[in-house]
């Protein structure tokens, strides 16, 4: 099982940046894919994710309007292009895979699959 992320980077507030997750080793259709973060001294937190199998979406309060998460199933690829970017957005980025999907809540200890981190920094 691997979940390839990408995209990190240095950007200035209301910069943009796209982060990319390439999975493979697992039946990609049966997960959901997405994104959480974790800034020094915080706990983890679920940013977005998408089910593979019908497109649904969650986006948490923080990111909605800003962020767009899509789905590439035939490359196995998600995106979540970042528009809009603010400070408060820096932190390690972690793409993941659940077999559980909610379009009201994504929260770490569901998660299946986790990607190694992409560091993403916006500076003021």
């Known amino acids: 099982v691997q979940l390839q992320a990408s995209g990190g980077g240095l950007v200035q507030a209301g910069g943009s940046l796209r982060l990319s997750c390439a999975a493979s080793?697992?039946?990609?259709?049966?997960?959901?894919i997405g994104w959480f973060r974790q800034a020094p001294g915080k706990e983890r937190e679920g940013v977005s994710c998408?089910?593979?199998?019908?497109?649904?979406?969650y986006y948490a309060a923080s990111v909605k309007g800003r962020f767009t998460i899509s789905s590439d199933n035939a490359k196995k690829t998600v995106h979540l292009q970042m528009n809009s970017l603010k400070p408060e957005d820096t932190a390690v980025y972690y793409c993941?895979?659940?077999?559980?999907?909610?379009?009201?809540?994504?929260?770490?200890?569901?998660?299946?699959?986790w990607g190694k981190g992409t560091q993403v920094t916006v500076s003021s």
């Open positions: 993941a895979a659940s077999r559980f999907y909610s379009p009201t809540s994504y929260i770490p200890h569901l998660v299946d699959y």
């Open positions: 080793g697992f039946s990609f259709d049966d997960y959901a």
């Open positions: 998408i089910s593979s199998s019908h497109g649904s979406t």
